[in-house]
């Protein structure tokens, strides 16, 4: 890439945050009802009861800009169908902008989280949740888990590509201070990308003193592609009852990137699988593209 690309980048970046932030909520209704009204194949189902061989409901937990529909087309009916009580919340939200949501102060969106789940729990019967999670939404839920007493209710948090540890951007992030006004502008306008930068002081609190908490199984799966929570090994996760995959070493020819893992990729829902109930757990491959 030329040099005078990878300067724009940023500024394009910023420049994208602050338009999403101001759109008037008028101008984006119609997507906002689209998604509130778009089927759920068999997921956020509160009549649904967890069986003796799935008995803790699956909270799914979209990434930033994305919601509790877009975001889980691909995951959420391949879980129902395998027989997990599915439920997905929207968190986040900012004033004004509907349908793309995880952009408000991740404390607040962890804080919804922990609603949402106490919902869950009483119309399920459940005595624990597990959760899934794509990027911020697998990295947010750590906030519940350590500081919101989210430890005693939630079993198993699987993380696909998130950013555990922040992100550089592919060291776009390190720019930030040469433009006046941006880190500011990402402050105001979008609290959640400004806790998410590597060195935050959001990740900061999240991270000391150990990245997990006991009585809590972690499972991350990334990809060496991913070209949004970079460096991808960030992602992964220190601590006991920690298993970090790459998706790579389970299929080598998976060029799945940060979307695609979390959005359509069947090898990476598969390992899901095996992370919710490693009982039962099997081989994940190239061929469970098919399962």
């Not at 956020?44 to 967890?50: G, L, M, V």
């Amino acid at each position: 890439m030329l040099p005078w690309k990878r300067v724009l980048r940023p500024v394009v970046a910023l420049l994208l945050t602050a338009a999403i932030a101001a759109l008037p909520a008028a101008t984006t209704a119609n997507a906002a009802n689209a998604s509130a009204t778009a089927p759920s194949s068999g997921w956020n189902d509160y009549s649904c009861k967890p069986s003796a061989a799935h008995p803790r409901p699956v909270v799914l937990v979209h990434g930033t800009f994305g919601n509790s529909v877009d975001n889980w087309l691909g995951l959420a009916p391949y879980l129902t169908k395998r027989g997990y009580c599915v439920f997905s919340l929207d968190y986040g939200q900012l004033p004004g902008v509907p349908f793309f949501h995880g952009l408000g102060p991740i404390e607040k969106s962890a804080e919804q989280l922990d609603a949402f789940v106490d919902k869950v729990l009483a119309a399920t019967g459940a005595a624990e949740a597990d959760l899934v999670g794509h990027s911020q939404g697998g990295m947010m839920p750590r906030y519940y888990l350590k500081f919101l007493g989210g430890a005693a209710e939630v079993n198993a948090l699987v993380g696909i590509a998130p950013d555990n540890h922040g992100t550089t951007l592919s060291g776009l992030t390190h720019l930030l201070p040469y433009f006046p006004g941006a880190e500011e502008l990402l402050s105001t306008a979008t609290p959640a990308l400004a806790d998410q930068i590597a060195g935050s002081a959001f990740l900061t609190k999240l991270n000391a003193g150990g990245d997990t908490v006991p009585g809590v199984r972690y499972t991350v799966i990334a990809t060496k592609y991913d070209q949004v929570v970079t460096p991808y090994r960030s992602q992964y996760l220190d601590g006991p009852d920690v298993r970090n995959v790459l998706l790579q070493d389970l299929c080598p020819v998976d060029l799945s990137e940060h979307l695609a893992i979390g959005l359509f990729d069947r090898i990476a829902f598969h390992e899901v699988a095996n992370a919710l109930d490693p009982a039962r757990a099997r081989p994940t491959t190239c061929a469970s593209v098919f399962s």
